[in-house]
């Protein structure tokens, strides 16, 4: 039974510091290279519905969110994510209604200029 093995990078970023460690992958006969197999066979996950893993998007290769299935190359970067402390969408929200708030005070304050 001949056998195929992948050299990669796990990067494990969930607890803080990103921890960078070699991985190598071994196919079996008729085995593809997948992410999941690649995270299955690190001890990382359990399968494709393992509770660590869960959350969407916390895992990728070379900064690039992937599915379960899809594959890995030789010297790719598995990445896993930490989740997100702040949600971007409410930062970017309040950073335009700051915007909005510094234009109607110098508004506010040019109308003032012109009555004196």
């Known amino acids: 039974m001949p ?27 008729g085995e593809l290279a997948t992410v999941g197999l690649a995270l299955v066979r690190a001890g990382i996950a359990t399968g494709k519905d393992d509770p660590t893993l869960a959350r969407k998007g916390c895992f990728g290769v070379f900064g690039k ?12 970067r598995l990445e896993l994510y930490s989740a997100l402390l702040i949600d971007p969408k409410s930062v970017r929200r309040k950073r335009a209604n700051q915007n909005q708030d510094a234009k109607f005070q110098a508004a506010a304050a040019k109308r003032k200029a012109r009555r004196l």
């Open 65 to 76: 969110r992937k599915d379960w299935d899809s594959p890995i190359y030789p010297g790719d």
């Open 3 to 29: 056998s195929l093995s992948l050299d990669l990078l796990v990067c494990d970023a969930r607890k803080g510091e990103p921890v960078l460690n070699p991985f190598q992958l071994i196919l079996k006969d």
